[in-house]
């Protein structure tokens, strides 16, 4: 199966090591940094959501109208707007990218983040909200004759957009969690699913549990899985360790090394949190102190090492039947273009031969199939 790899697409240069020399959204960065990954064998761009931020939209759609090829996947949070206002929002983007927009829906881990624009449901009742918002803007996407809505957060008489998808039947939607409630969501809805960095076996657990709700929600499809990784490389196993040192230092300096944490609210970073504190290392190059540094905040785990290490890490979670890596250096941009320069082409020759090896299995078997029929005629 194909492999896709999702970077960042950050309007400013700050990162957990180093202060904002930017401003919030500074346009030649962005582009800078978008276009490195455009060069770089990068597929498409997450556009992330916070409180305060720049609006994701429009700077999705400033980057859309200088890039012709690099994909977008625009955050969104369903508190902030309307289901039918934000249908119009992403299918007018679609078309200034032309056919390049992926959605992925943000529930809100976090009560006080959602709680600055305004969103003062309970967690659970955030996850009913985004599977009916979801059910509308794809509704709303596809349908060409006015429709009335009636659920428990939304209502609405006689809507039908003019403004319609370049892709079709429309966008595709992706979705992340690690609780009950996010994998009932998400496995009924998703056309992605996205996990942060884990260790192998309990990758496994989760994509079982994605594909354990599809099944449920009655879907015969499931979707395509990501995970998410911050990969710290260097030319040598030496080097990258020191680096990779150097770099939890840098975060625990920026956040201050003595403040107090707090136990996060969100299932995601619970399981990151129990993960580190039973280890350091897992697998080929998992590497926990860095989502440790962090309060287990996002996409937090590192794969550190060579190239061909992290790459080969990587390739452990394709093996799994991850199909979309996503991964995001504490450098932003000279971390995706040595990503993009030296891992990237390693995991893409090595699904290559993966690809080949199992169609030609696939071939002898079709092969063997027929002389057995033709044997026994």
């Known amino acids: 199966m194909p492999v896709e790899f999702l970077g960042i697409a950050a309007t400013g240069d700050g990162s957990e090591t180093t202060a904002r020399t930017t401003a919030a959204f500074d346009r030649d960065y962005t582009l800078r940094l978008a276009r490195a990954h455009e060069d770089h064998g990068w597929d498409r761009v997450l556009f992330a959501y916070g409180a305060g931020a720049p609006e994701p939209a429009a700077a999705a759609a400033f980057l859309a109208s200088h890039l012709d090829r690099l994909q977008i996947l625009l955050a969104h949070r369903p508190n902030v707007s309307y289901p039918t206002f934000a249908a119009k929002t992403f299918a007018t983007l679609d078309r200034i990218s032309d056919g390049r927009l992926t959605v992925h829906f943000i529930t809100g881990g976090n009560d006080h983040e959602q709680q600055r624009e305004g969103d003062f449901l309970t967690k659970d009742q955030r996850y009913e909200r985004t599977r009916e918002y979801i059910g509308i803007v794809k509704k709303a996407w596809t349908s060409r004759e006015p429709f009335d809505h009636e659920g428990p957060h939304y209502r609405f008489n006689d809507f039908v957009s003019d403004v319609f998808p370049v892709q079709q039947p429309r966008p595709g939607v992706s979705f992340g969690g690690s609780s009950d409630a996010a994998y009932a969501a998400g496995g009924a809805e998703a056309d992605v699913y996205c996990l942060w960095g884990e260790p192998l076996a309990r990758t496994a657990e989760q994509i079982e549990r994605v594909k354990e709700a599809a099944r449920a929600a009655g879907r015969t499809d499931v979707p395509r899985i990501q995970v998410a990784f911050r990969p710290i490389i260097a030319p040598t196993e030496e080097l990258a360790w020191e680096k990779a040192h150097r770099t939890v230092a840098a975060i625990r300096a920026r956040r201050g090394a003595d403040r107090p944490g707090t136990t996060p609210e969100n299932a995601g970073s619970q399981r990151l949190i129990e993960i580190a504190e039973a280890g350091e290392r897992y697998d080929r190059a998992l590497w926990t102190p860095t989502a440790a540094a962090t309060g287990g905040a996002g996409n937090s785990n590192a794969l550190v090492g060579t190239p061909e290490t992290v790459a080969q890490a990587l390739l452990d979670y394709y093996d799994l039947g991850v199909d979309i890596l996503s991964a995001r250096g504490y450098h ?22 993966r690809d080949a090896a199992r169609a030609a299995r696939a071939e002898r078997a079709e092969r063997d199939r027929h002389q057995l029929i033709a044997a026994q005629a």
Do not use: N
């Open 332 to 353: 932003l941009l000279d971390d995706a273009i040595d990503f993009g320069r030296y891992v990237i082409p390693i995991v893409r020759e090595e699904v290559a031969k």
